[in-house]
Structure formats: structure tokens, C-alpha cells
């Protein structure tokens, strides 16, 4: 991801935070994101911003970021209450933030 001068980005660092936020997704629809560890810190009301290509030809090279409410958590699924644009692809990245623990 290419950040722009004076762009404001958010980072998840889990040995700054105390706790691991974030990591890649394993498979997804829109709405149902499987992720490859389960966070630390998560709960219905979180939010969950995914990274992935901004057009559907997979170019990598201008990306963006959506974030979605959290409404529940089984496993390492996360369900969001409303859905994503289109699924996110796999190895994309995640990360999660409550009240309590921001990126």
C-alpha cells in the first residue's frame, strides 16, 4: 500500500498494542471473512477493516481499505452486518479494533 504525503494511515503492531489485531484472510464472502488467527480483542460491535485491490483485475498497485461492523464472532469466522463490496481475496489483510485498542 502507497501511502500520499500527509495521508493518515492506521498501523496494528501486536508488540506495541499487547495484543495481535490483525493478520491475513483465509477465504470470504461478503460478509463472512475467515481469518488465519483469531484476534486478541474482538467482540460483536468491533470493527473490521480489510485491505484488498481497488479494481476486480487483482492490480495491486492502488488498493483500498473498507471497514465494517462487527456482529458476531465463531471460531476464527467474523461475520460483518453489512456486506463488503465484493468478497475479499485471500492474503488479504485485516485488522480489527474495540473502545479499547485502536491501530
Do not use: C, Y
Amino acid at each position: 500500500m502507497m501511502a500520499a504525503p500527509g495521508q493518515i494511515i492506521r498501523i496494528a503492531d501486536h508488540a506495541r498494542a499487547g495484543a495481535r489485531q490483525g493478520g491475513r484472510v483465509v477465504s470470504a464472502t461478503t460478509t463472512k471473512i475467515t481469518v488465519d488467527r483469531i484476534p486478541d480483542v474482538v467482540a460483536s460491535g468491533d470493527t473490521l477493516t480489510v485491505n484488498f485491490p481497488a479494481d476486480q483485475d487483482g492490480d495491486t498497485s492502488v488498493s483500498m481499505s473498507q471497514t465494517r461492523t462487527i456482529q458476531s464472532v465463531s471460531g476464527n469466522v467474523i461475520t460483518v452486518s453489512q456486506a463488503f463490496s465484493s468478497a475479499p481475496s485471500e492474503q488479504s489483510v485485516w485488522t480489527v479494533e474495540s473502545d479499547d485498542l485502536k491501530a
